[in-house]
């Protein structure tokens, strides 16, 4: 019998399922390390911009996922000149780190109403903030939280890349693609 309790990451197809677990644990467990992914875009001028987000939504199947933002954010300005992402997860209760590559399409106005729909009164004050996010104001709270639904803009990740590191004795590093499959390949860590 097998006591290794990460033994799921002896084994490609077990380690991909380990690691959707756990994307989809960090949208409905607060508390889950997949919850605060740092999503990573790339700015105007080609330099790395990196920040803390909620994970709202993944699909297995589809290999998406969502994050919600204001759409007056710098984020959101850069995807629509460089729309690709990467998204970093450590889970060090499953000495797991997950790296997604992802193109992310942009979804407002109707696109992102029924979702809109189903945001919580209170978070929807996070998406409409006066003046824009990193705009300039002269005291610390010189800003308003608004509501606005014209401001709610849904990031949603097609992945194209999972590359799955577990530290163990042996460390295990595989990399899954959409190109694949998704039926992943062992790389040296
Ligand atoms: C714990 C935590 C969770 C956050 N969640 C989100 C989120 O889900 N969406 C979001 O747009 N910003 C979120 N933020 C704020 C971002 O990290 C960032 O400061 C903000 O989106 C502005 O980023 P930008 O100027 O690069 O667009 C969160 C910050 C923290 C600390």
């Not at 929807?124 to 903030?129: A, D, E, K, V």
């Given at each position: 019998m097998n006591s290794d309790p990460n033994s799921w990451a002896h084994d490609l197809s077990q380690l991909y399922a380990e690691t959707w677990r756990r994307l989809i644990r960090g949208v409905d467990d607060r508390h889950a390390p997949a919850r605060h992914p740092t999503l990573a875009t790339v700015n105007s001028e080609g330099k790395p911009q990196a920040r803390t987000v909620v994970l709202r939504a993944a699909d297995q199947r589809s290999a998406t996922l969502d994050i919600h933002t204001d759409s007056q954010s710098k984020k959101v300005t850069d995807l629509t000149i460089t729309p690709y992402a990467a998204l970093h997860i450590w889970d060090p209760s499953a000495h797991l780190q997950m790296r997604l590559e992802a193109e992310v399409n942009v979804l407002t106005g109707d696109d992102a109403e029924q979702i809109w729909e189903k945001v919580p009164e209170v978070s929807?004050?996070?998406?409409?903030?006066s003046p824009p996010p990193g705009e300039p104001i002269p005291t610390a709270l010189d800003y308003l939280k608004n509501a606005d639904p014209a401001s709610f803009a849904v990031l949603r990740l097609e992945l194209s890349c999972i590359d799955a590191l577990h530290l163990g004795q042996n460390h295990r590093r595989a990399r899954f693609s959409r190109g694949d499959n998704w039926s992943g390949t062992w790389v040296a860590p």
């Open positions: 929807r004050l996070s998406y409409g903030i």
